[in-house]
């Protein structure tokens, strides 16, 4: 692992082709079923941010009233080109998903370098199945921070690999600061893409150090001074974040990282720790991965015999123990499995770096016999043809998820924003599409801008007494999301509006509807 392989230009080129055309593709089969959008309600709420920051000048979701619902500051400041420049939110969003997409390929690309330096087409390989992945592409066109996260995780890996690599030479300490300043640039911006980011600039630290040894800790070694150059790079960009977040709901953190963890509290209660971790992992097996998973073994044996032999290559370990510890961290704190499992999406490319490397050892290796040949060719073969299947059958999933967005979030909040007063509060649990097409005030069921409600999400009753206190007039919610039951009264004899559309039935759920709240006498307002 000494020599580093390049990539050219031209496989670049091929990466950011393959990516553009995956996230065309996506788009175009939600335009066939029913026309563009988000595949997440969420990705609504980023778009209302990006909007409000540049209108209004404001960090707020309901213009007039500052909040930190957005678990991804930079990924808005980035939407909020689309709104300054006065071009359209869905081009600005896809084009900057499949940049996202490309800039894992060619990352990526860089990482298998390391890793395979005498294995021909490593790199190349590696880009293009990165851009093939339909978890990724989904991402990519989803309207939401995981691609740029992802692109991020594995920059962050590739500076500390370049780092390591470069104070194994004649390093000068202002040469380490710098490059940590560097690296500590990258760590910022991955932590304000997503706060959990800081789990992987931690490590990469401590691995760092670990790998170095005894004289890692010695002053002004590269080690120390690199840290110092990280440290305070990152604290100059992410401790201002850190300060507006605690005016504004009196936390370090968006108030979206306890809402979603209150939120799950039941499911954690209600699984085992295994089930948890294979809940989570199950929904990127749909996929290539799972066929490159021999390789990825092999991989993983390699790095293993490399760090007994030489301790400083621990550094390549480190996108596999942040995988493990990614992983974990939702697991045990949020086990959100749905929407194919977008919360552990970013660590496929990490792992690919892996699998599609040690894939290609296996087939040379294998030369030597018949049947090896054979077996060896037809798992890469078989890699291949499952990664298009995958990538077209991950275009019409996407596709139908944009199709029950549309058909029940957004069609309700353009309802709710012809029919409803806008000085009516209402009380709703999906709240970007309502954010965008029907700005006023709200009372969040999630607790995302609302964070009061947080403590009583297992307690209906009290939902609705807060709810009555607050002087809510409608609610808008999906069966799953109310309060209490249909038959409740104070949802009154029937839903004011129900959007009737199949799709969200068909899939498991149910259809969005808005009840005219009726309150008892003693709780008027």
């Known amino acids: ?99 996202s997409l490309s800039a894992a390929g060619w990352i990526g690309a860089r990482l298998a370098g390391y890793l395979w330096p005498d294995v021909r087409g490593a790199g190349l390989w590696t880009g293009i199945l990165v851009a093939l992945s339909w978890h990724l592409v989904w991402a990519a066109a989803s309207g939401m921070e995981t691609m740029l996260f992802t692109a991020l995780v594995l920059a962050l890996v590739w500076a500390t690999w370049a780092d390591a690599r470069a104070a194994q030479g004649d390093l000068l300490p202002r040469q380490a600061l710098l490059r940590g300043a560097r690296t500590g640039a990258v760590s910022a911006a991955l932590t304000l893409t997503r706060p959990e980011g800081v789990a992987l600039v931690g490590l990469a630290v401590v691995l760092r150090a670990v790998a170095a040894g005894r004289d890692a800790w010695r002053w002004r070694s590269p080690v120390v001074t690199w840290t110092a150059g990280l440290a305070l790079a990152w604290a100059a960009i992410c401790v201002p974040a850190a300060a507006l977040n605690w005016q504004l709901s009196g936390t370090l953190l968006p108030d979206t990282a306890a809402a979603k963890q209150a939120e799950y509290v039941p499911i954690s209660e209600r699984w ?135 058909t029940e979030m957004v069609v309700t909040a353009k309802w709710v924003r012809a029919n409803l007063a806008e000085d009516d509060l209402l009380a709703v649990h999906d709240i970007g599409a309502v954010g965008y097409f029907a700005p006023r005030s709200i009372f969040d069921l999630a607790g995302l801008v609302s964070p009061e409600i947080v403590p009583l999400f297992r307690d209906g009753e009290a939902i609705m007494r807060l709810m009555c206190a607050r002087g809510v007039a409608y609610l808008m919610a999906m069966p799953d999301q109310r309060p209490v039951p249909p038959d409740d009264p104070r949802l009154g004899e029937a839903p004011i509006f129900v959007t009737g559309a199949p799709y969200a039935p068909a899939a498991g759920g149910g259809n969005m509807a808005v009840y005219r709240l009726e309150w008892p006498v003693e709780c008027a307002w």
Not at 362 to 377: D, F, K, N, Y
């Open 1 to 99: 692992m000494t020599r580093l392989r390049r990539v050219s230009v031209r496989d670049d080129l091929i990466v950011l082709v393959l990516a553009v055309i995956g996230v065309a593709l996506y788009v175009t089969a939600a335009l066939r079923l029913d026309a563009a959008g988000y595949p997440l309600d969420d990705a609504w709420i980023h778009q209302t941010y990006a909007r409000n920051l540049v209108e209004h000048g404001e960090w707020a979701f309901v213009p007039g009233q500052p909040s930190s619902a957005s678990t991804a500051p930079l990924y808005t400041l980035l939407l909020a080109g689309a709104y300054l420049l006065g071009v359209s939110h869905f081009a600005w969003t896809f084009a900057l998903g499949a940049l």
């Open 272 to 406: 085992s720790l295994p089930e948890r971790y294979g809940r989570m992992v199950v929904p990127l097996v749909a996929g290539h991965l799972s066929l490159a998973l021999p390789g990825l073994l092999l991989a993983c044996a390699s790095v293993a015999r490399q760090v007994r032999r030489d301790r400083r290559t621990l550094i390549y370990a480190l996108p596999l123990l942040w995988a493990a510890l990614h992983v974990s961290a939702y697991a045990l704190r949020l086990p959100a499995n749905y929407q194919h499992g977008r919360y552990v999406m970013p660590i496929l490319p990490a792992l690919l770096v892996f699998g599609v490397g040690g894939t290609l050892v296996l087939v040379q290796r294998a030369r030597r016999s018949a049947a090896g040949r054979v077996l060896s060719r037809s798992l890469a073969l078989a890699l291949l043809l499952v990664t298009g299947g995958f990538w077209i059958i991950g275009a019409r999933q996407y596709g139908a998820d944009v199709r029950i967005i549309n």
